[in-house]
């Protein structure tokens, strides 16, 4: 992409809305624009992440055995009235009337749908377990929606639901989730600890809170250093395996973690005995996992025969991951005094490729035969070709924070190279045309 005809509306003052670092990078990157208060739209350079974003968590749940579905965002009030949530809901939940005047509602999650689907289509053992997820927006009508995407009030959210015979099974499901949340935030290159965790209006009895780390997340979190030394990815995991599974899980969960509201600086002393593995700071929930067993199956009657031909109440459990908090989320855990740093998995481009002087014709051919060269590798990168001063290209090109920059000017053209940075060491080399390219992968 040029950025001569990239649409990037990047912004140089700091936007006064914006309480907090994510949200006005966002905005001062051009990402996200508001459209009215906890609703925004998202720009070419915002959206690409939010794809990335949702291409990982797409993969690591397909890895997982759970398949993609999409339902509805509108769903009939009816449904809701079934489970009961209808009025227990209150305000958060936007309801909408159609022209037959229907009740319908703007869903907030999707536990009843889903169970609706399930219990029309699935009436045998034989076809359970099943996990079924799908990446869709949500509306929920917060009191006070803040901090842009983070707390919105239409958002994007991974909502995955398992089905099971009994407790056993479910729990196995859970599991699974659970293994697949570490190694979804492990890819987009954070720290996530899972929490034991209340289990509010989506109900049931075990529940864990994924926290990544981040300095200037919304909770105190206080852990055992070991969450930070674990490899989740350095190993292939077999999710046929329930016992591999849950090795992993057992370890996560032996470990000490709680955040503030929880924290019993006692018990952190004595499970963490030692201080230097004991670890204080900051994260931000992105993930939330429940079991609730039959709490929507058993007025929505979704039952299966089981092996003796009676009629089995299924055991379910939700997963959710906020796919449109992760952008902020992960420019809290990965920012500098610049900027945004992207991690490679998420960035919207790979390489910003800055042509520091479009008037000098060696410099220019340099730049298109790097851009030529790379659109052919399939390297994503973004070319500043404008005619613009080298000072400006350089601040936005920080600010937007791809991983790599090469620039590109006459006193290098001339000797046949170019200038190589990382953005977040801050590190440059300068090499040939194509030692660079080859350092991409190129
Ligand atoms: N049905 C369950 C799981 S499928 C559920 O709704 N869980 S939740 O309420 O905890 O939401 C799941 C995730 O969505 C949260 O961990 C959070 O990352 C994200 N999320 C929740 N509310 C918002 C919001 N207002 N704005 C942005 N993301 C949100």
């Known amino acids: 992409m040029r950025s001569s005809q990239f649409f990037l509306p990047t912004l140089r003052e700091n936007p006064a809305e914006a309480e907090i670092v994510s949200h006005r990078l966002m905005l001062r990157a051009g990402m996200i624009r508001q459209a009215s208060a906890g609703i925004y739209s998202w720009l070419p350079l915002g959206f690409k992440v939010l794809k990335k974003v949702e291409q990982i968590v797409r993969e690591e749940q397909d890895r997982a055995g759970c398949q993609e579905v999409l339902m509805p965002t509108i769903q009939s009030a009816d449904l809701w009235k079934e489970s009961g949530r209808y009025d227990a809901y209150g305000k958060e939940m936007l309801r909408i009337k159609d022209r037959r005047d229907r009740e319908m509602l703007y869903g907030p999650t999707n536990e009843e749908q889903i169970t609706q689907i399930f219990r029309d289509s699935i009436k045998s053992y034989r076809y359970v377990p099943k996990m079924l997820y799908h990446i869709q927006w949500k509306f929920r009508d917060e009191v006070r929606p803040r901090f842009g995407v983070m707390r919105g009030r239409e958002f994007l959210m991974k909502d995955a639901y398992s089905f099971d015979m009994d407790y056993e099974g479910a729990k196995r499901s859970y599991n699974k989730f659970f293994v697949a949340y570490l190694r979804t935030f492990a890819r987009m290159g954070m720290h996530a600890i899972p929490m034991e965790a209340e289990t509010g209006p989506i109900g049931g009895n075990l529940s864990h809170e994924f926290i990544v780390l981040a300095d200037t997340g919304e909770s105190q979190v206080y852990c055992d250093r070991k969450f930070l030394d674990y490899d989740v990815l350095g190993k292939d995991i077999n999710y046929e395996n329930p016992s591999e599974v849950e090795g992993v899980v057992k370890h996560f969960t032996s470990l000490y973690a709680r955040t503030d509201e929880k924290h019993d600086q006692s018990a952190f002393e004595k499970e963490v005995a030692d201080a230097g593995q004991r670890y204080v700071g900051r994260g931000i929930e992105v993930g939330h996992i429940f079991y609730f067993g039959t709490k929507y199956s058993e007025p929505l009657k979704a039952q299966v025969q089981d092996k003796d031909g009676n009629p089995l109440t299924v055991h379910m459990g939700s997963y959710g991951i906020g796919v449109s908090r992760m952008p902020a989320a992960i420019i809290e855990a990965s920012h500098d005094e610049n ?24 410099a220019t051919r340099m730049c298109e035969d790097i851009y030529a060269k790379l659109r052919n590798a399939n390297v994503e990168v973004l070319y500043d070709d404008r005619d613009e001063r080298a000072g400006a290209k350089f601040a936005e090109m920080d600010l937007i924070g791809l991983p790599w920059q090469f620039v590109v000017g006459p006193r290098g053209a001339a000797k046949g190279l170019v200038e190589m940075k990382n953005r977040k060491t801050g590190e440059k080399v300068e090499l040939s045309v194509d030692a660079a390219l080859e350092r991409l992968g190129a």
């Open 339 to 362: 900027g945004i740093v992207w991690p490679e998995s998420v960035a919207p481009f790979k390489v910003g490729l800055i042509n520091i002087k479009v008037d000098d014709a060696a």
